[in-house]
């Protein structure tokens, strides 16, 4: 309660400040992990396993980014998985007849489309996210299935072989489509009245209306690019492993959310970053990375992983304690 | 109960510096202060939510220590907070029996020695509630009665009231002070936490003041007055300028018959620049509605809205900023803060645009704007980046202020703008107000307090269950006027 | 406003879908004609098991419809579709065979009722392919209680039933890994991805695997990961595997999608002139087509062409024909054993290319 308009003079700076300290919880999180990986493994702290970890990471991750989204709106995208399986599957059917430039934004689209449908359902239809979004996984799932009569489409295209695993720069494209997305979110969400809305309407909805904020528009928008980068996702898929399969992304929904849970996005809305789900995105990969490094039963990994999740939300809730 | 020289920190500042309060038996033990005193932090401390870092508590003059707040219900301390605790779906017998319900031999819920043991706490408390009623369907001032009986049925020893008049029209309140003058006739020591300076004088026995967390006085109620206890709340003066006559401009907005089925009907009345139209009420009688129907946020069913003599069609909050009109909301929890964004954000969330160019935010812009703001409404913070839900209730009302002002209003509507709010703040808002009125602002003022709307009114609507039931110049307004016919005649 | 459209347009959708399909007298799930079929069934490799003439079958010396239930596991892998297409390929011959299938989505609660749902449907037999061998007892037992003639294919129930029918995985798994142990010569470094854990056929091709491997104390397993029967997982773990073991001979696969997999982290990690040789199972056409290029060194051939005999068996029951092969053994009911089906080596790939399951080609070997 100190009238300290000096204090008000250091605004910005105190800002970023206030923001390190929010975030210092899940950088060191990090930080001890790949301290531990680069004890567990020699391997571990070279390039090529370094750049292998951010090709792995980048499925999830682009996926996480997009979900960040609709966490950060109070909201939830529980479809991500199954829309990236439509896409995946989109990509591989209209690759046996087109090229590249029909085929890619084609089943990007798919995503949007689908993201409008959950906006729309959400924002003006009243569905609440879990339930719109639950639907929607079960239909874009069955739409998948449909397609394809649930026989896997190979892809034979090199060209779109090389986008998933292809270097641009040294860099793993997958890496590289991850990092663009990251940062062009990252700007949205801090420099533009959009992302000040998708803030306020997480923080406080009502608010947010009665402040004038459109809610209802910038919901949908949200689902839209929740959708459009599960598509992307589905990208990275297809091209990687060239086959379009309709179970593709099966549960990667969750491990999106934790990606972003872990990252320091509250699930309450109006707080996080998609910095923070970068980092929880690296947390989950570097550990994934680090126990199969190091040969550890496939049945152990999993306890790690959950255990990991905890203790990292845990961690991070600690010095908001005042 | 007793508390010595108890200091509470909270990020390296002290909240509670040295503060002592005796709780006697068969007392009303009042404390006061501003939003931000301390009163709340000191309650906890009392309740065992929070330890404190020196000091120390004294139960029937044993040193303990409150680890939870089970410990200090164990001891017979039992706070009720301005948020109530009860389970909505559960009736009222059930959520005062919750957690020690009591079992028949079997082990099964005893319902008939539940529902006499229920009936005899309502006698003592001397009131008629419906033991089975599910608790959400009765009044808030029922409710609050509810969460009286489950102290007393947890044995109670110190009951500790954190501004329960806060959500009592003056009926109920008469029958709370029954009740608080009842249990201290029984024996208890009660803790009354309050603004109202009238509320203390009519049913406290003793008061201590706080001030920025330190014990400011303490003295037997007999002993003081009213100035007094505002010279230790505030620490200062405070002049109540008195209102002067108004210029008028032209008529800014308009309503012309709104009506929405089943809360308002046929509202008429028109506000010019420069002038405060002041809608005066009981609660229930419709004003915060009448608002929401301005500002587009629900639909009028009838009627049409002008502003500046041109009739306006008004789609939602979006469209009402537009036209220039913003709204402060009466409740600041659920419609207005941002409670985990910074200030900053706060304030400029209503006119992004104002602070973008080409879909980018300007952040110098925004920060230039935001610093002026604070500095003008006078904002007290620690810092630009810190949650809002952490800045006292007059802060925040002022960055709700600060907010509607961003969209350089024409029109202002305040609902309740004083609600919960100290003294201080309250006489720094009215100033706004006055400035506001210089630069040709027209104000709805949506008020609770008689003496608010007096004070600031260039004209006073009353509403009475959806309708018009008078309007008074200036001249004809009085608290009598009001209250005949807010109420109905008397 | 929306809301309306949307509604609107979520039955339009389904309507035209559905209708789509009548309209071509197409079979659910694997969308073919029974013309389609017919080509198909010649390919068929155990028509001679319990063979059965095209035409109407008479029960009790009448033709009346007959409707008989099958209850898969799941319609999430191709090789359970496959299963169905053989059994729909042999329902087309007798026109008054009528099929239900339902789809019991990988969960042993949903399959135990869907199997109660084909009871009340009033079906005349059931064939069932379950999720798990314990879990579906319920099931079986509602059957053969209604004395229904039951035929449990691919995976068993200890509980009485009319027949199984299926192939031993850790037979198959012996072959694959002897072959291994051949080619490697008795000493190597091999990485093992298997399916889904904790399921039946991962855990008995591990079993096979490990009583041959016993054997050879050359072959040392360096790790063993979960695949989930699918190609990322396997991706992600080849890759990590690769960093750490400077020296990989051999990928020992539970599915010839992980296997592909494996193969593109090898591409990717530039390790391709190492010459790691994949042992994988399926027995898809495209798996066949790997073989051949040289990327598998084996590939077990598990069949799912053994719907077919499913369906044929309920019918024998039905119509009071002695079902030839069938014996007991060491569970309740009794058992019919297929002829082993050799692995698909190089030797053998082009007898065998055209008669595995899929017609989908293998993903290109990007080490070539």
Redesign the interface.
Known sequence: ?????P??????L??????LHKQAGVVLALVLLVLAATYASDRFLTVPNLLNVLRQVAIVGILAVGQTFAILTAGIDLSVGAVLGLSVVLFARLLEHHGLVVAIPLGLLSGAVAGLVNGIGIAYGGIPPFIMTLGMLSFARGLAFIYTGGTPIPILNEDFYDIGNGYVLGMPIPALMLIAALFACGVVLR???????V??IG??E?????????VRRYKVLVYVICGLLAALAGLVYASQLSVGTPIAGQGYELDAIAAVVVGGT?LFG??GSVFGTFVGTLIIGVLANMLNLTGVDPFVQQLFKGALIVIAVFVMSRPSR? | MEARGIWKY??GNPVLSGVDLAIQHSEVHAVVGEN?AGKSTLIKVLGGIYQPDRGILLIDGAPRRLRSPRDALAHGIVVIHQELSLAPHLSSEQNIFLGHFPVTRSGLVDRREMRRRTEVLFDRLSISVDPGCPVGQLSIAQQQMVEIAKALSLDAKVLILDEPSAVLDDDRLQILFGVIRRLRDQGLGLVYISHHLDEIFSIADRVTVLR?GRPTGHAPVADVTEDWLVGRMIGRDFASSPPQSRASGRIAIELRGLSRAGQFDDISFSVREGQVVGLAGLVGAGRSEVAQAV?G?VRPSSGSIAVFEKAVRIT???A???LGIA?V?EDRK?????????V??NL??????R??RL???R?RHE?RF??DL??RLDI???????EIRKL?GGNQQKVLIG?ALA?RPKILILDEPTRGVDIGAKQEIYAIIERLLAQRVAIILISSELEEILRLSDQIVVLRRGRVAATLSRTQASEAAIMRAAAGGL | MMLKHVALLIPSLLAVTLSAALAQERLPITNKTCDELAAFYAKLPFTDVLPLEVGPVEVQGKVRPVTIGFSQTGFNHPWRIAMLEALQAEACRHPNVKIVVLDGNVDVAKQNNDVRDLLARGVDGVVMSPVESAGLVPAARAVMAQKLPLIVLDRDVPSDKTLFIGQSNVTMAEQVAERMAKDLGGTGNIVVITGLKGSSPAVDRDRGMADVLAKYPGIKVLVKGDGEWIREPAVRLMEDWLTANPKITAVFSHAEESSWGAQLAIARAGRCKEGIRHYTFDGSNAGFKSVKRGTFGADGNYTPYIGDIGLRAVIYTLTGKAIPGRANYDSPGSRLLLPDSPSVVPENADVWIGRGWGDFEPTLDPCR
Not at chain 1, 14 to 19: F, I, N, P, Q
Not at chain 2, 380 to 386: D, E, I, T, V, Y
């Open positions: 309660m100190s009238r300290s308009l204090a008000l003079r250091r605004g910005r105190a800002d970023a400040a206030s923001r420099l533009t009245p959009f992302g000040r809305c803030y306020a923080s406080n009502a608010a947010a209306r009665l402040s004038g904020v459109a509250s109006g707080a005042g | 909270f990020d931000g920025d500002i946020a939602g909050p979006h009402a900023s537009r709204y909301t659920t419609c207005g803060l941002l409670a985990n964004r910074p900053r954000e400029t969330i209503s006119n992004l645009k602070f973008s879909c980018f935010m952040p920060l935001a610093r604070i500095a007290r913070l620690p810092g630009m980046g810190h006292s907010r969209v």
